[in-house]
């Protein structure tokens, strides 16, 4: 799927939180939204995935205008990963996984036998299958985590959205879960915080700072080290990661 902003707009009590911004995600491409906190990046992805209806400008999904779907059939194309995990009123971890499918189904429609196979196999895929009889409200911050990917991946989404998806996750499971969404062919829009983890695992960087886009492109051409100074206000070095070759930020001490 594509996804395209254009020339987004949202404000709140005269503040503007969106100044015509600009995303363009091509089919299975990785596309990583990083910037300062308060810079507009998960607002930006409230407006793609409809949480928030923007001032101004359009979400283009596959070159369909997004405002003209109904919730259920933006659904069917956009799954979201929040970065923090609602209530789920005493339900097992299989139970909130399998929410995932209620965009292809009728309000009251059972689940199916191919319903369940991809849910095992969501759970599988995440490393959360011994869990499945848990309640989801038992977990830690990084067991939900994992079984919220795995209810975005059994809504079988064209765009995967993710808001710090590595948010509680401890140093392998933010690998895994960055590594498995890159495999999964889906498009994806992640908002991160970790820049070495944006250069390795995004093959397109958005940064946003006072709500507009200032730089794009590459991991390499967006991560400088002028670029760092100026929208973190931080001294910084910018060299290759030894093993993979992306772009590796080393900070400096403030004073």
């Given amino acids: 799927m594509e996804l395209v902003t ?9 503040r503007v939180l969106l100044d015509g911004v600009g995303v363009r995600a091509g089919p299975g491409v990785t596309v990583g939204l990083v910037g300062p906190n ?25 070159g369909r205008d997004a405002a003209a779907l109904t919730v259920r059939e933006r659904a069917r194309r956009v799954a979201v990963v929040p970065q ?18 209620g965009p292809h189904k009728r309000f009251w429609e059972q689940d199916g036998p191919g319903d369940a196979r991809l849910v095992a196999e969501a759970l599988r895929t995440v490393g959360v299958e011994a869990l499945a009889g848990r309640r989801f ?12 990917v795995a209810r975005a991946l059994v809504q079988e989404p064209g765009l995967l959205v993710l808001d710090e998806p590595t948010n509680h996750l401890d ?14 062919g889906t498009t994806n829009l992640l908002v991160l915080h970790d820049l070495n983890l944006a250069a390795a695992y995004c093959d397109l960087l958005y940064v946003l700072d006072g709500g507009r886009i200032v730089s794009s492109g590459t991991p390499d051409e967006v991560l400088t080290e002028d670029l760092l100074a100026e929208v973190y206000r931080v001294p910084a070095r910018v060299g290759v990661h ?12 403030l004073g």
């Fill in 242 to 253: 030894p093993v993979t070759g992306a772009p590796h930020v080393m900070y400096l001490p």
């Fill in 6 to 14: 254009e020339d987004l707009r949202y404000e709140v009590g005269g």
């Fill in 171 to 184: 140093v392998r499971f933010q690998l895994e879960v960055l590594g498995l969404v890159r495999r999964l």
């Fill in 84 to 101: 923090d995990a609602p209530g789920s009123f005493g339900l097992t971890v299989r139970e909130v996984v399998a929410m995932g499918r």
């Fill in 137 to 148: 409200d038992g977990l830690s911050g990084g067991e939900r985590q994992r079984a919220l």
């Fill in 38 to 62: 308060g810079s507009g990046k998960t607002t930006l992805l409230r407006c793609v995935y409809g949480a928030v209806r923007p001032a101004g400008g359009r979400v283009l999904l596959d």
